[in-house]
């Protein structure tokens, strides 16, 4: 079997966007999931775009600390990415914690990858759970900065 997906193989520098258009959750899910569809992702914007609302209906997406991690596993998804895009504004969403959410992971993730859903998950909390790192997510210009943030091998 193979090893496990690390964000270093996932994140896609080309699915990075730090200035998100949307005012609402719709439209930042349908702006992430462009950026998907662009970078070659997704072979469908409307099949992973039902998968992604199948997986808000279970539940909230968002974590707390402005951060929502939505994503979907969806026949759609040409191979297995994360995307990571913020909002000028605060937008509305299901949280876990306290309020609204301004930075968003996405993740997209082919079927056969299913079970690394979870490890890939588990990575981006781990990085979240440092104050530093939510910091910089929230208040950074540089894309390559937001690259690097999940590539560092740290935990809590």
């Not at 997704?42 to 939505?70: H, M, W």
């Not at 000028?88 to 876990?96: A, Y």
Request: some cysteine; hydrophobic content about 40%.
């Amino acid at each position: 079997m193979a090893t496990h997906m690390t964000i270093e193989n996932v994140i896609q520098r080309s699915c990075i966007n730090l200035h998100l258009a949307g005012s609402t959750k719709e439209e930042i899910i349908l702006e992430m999931t462009d950026m998907f569809f662009g970078a070659g992702v997704i072979s469908s914007r409307e099949l992973f775009l039902y998968d992604v609302y199948q997986r808000e209906k279970e539940g909230p997406t968002g974590i707390g600390n402005q951060v929502a991690i939505p994503h979907g596993k969806s026949e759609a998804v040409l191979r297995t990415s994360m995307a990571v895009g913020r909002s000028d504004q605060e937008i509305e969403w299901e949280t876990l914690g306290e309020g609204k959410s301004r930075a968003f992971v996405m993740f997209a993730v082919n079927t056969e990858d299913k079970s690394e859903l979870v490890s890939l998950l588990s990575q981006v909390a781990v990085a979240l759970c440092d104050d530093k790192v939510i910091e910089t997510l929230l208040s950074t210009e540089e894309e390559e900065v937001i690259f690097q943030l999940f590539n560092q091998k740290e935990g809590c």
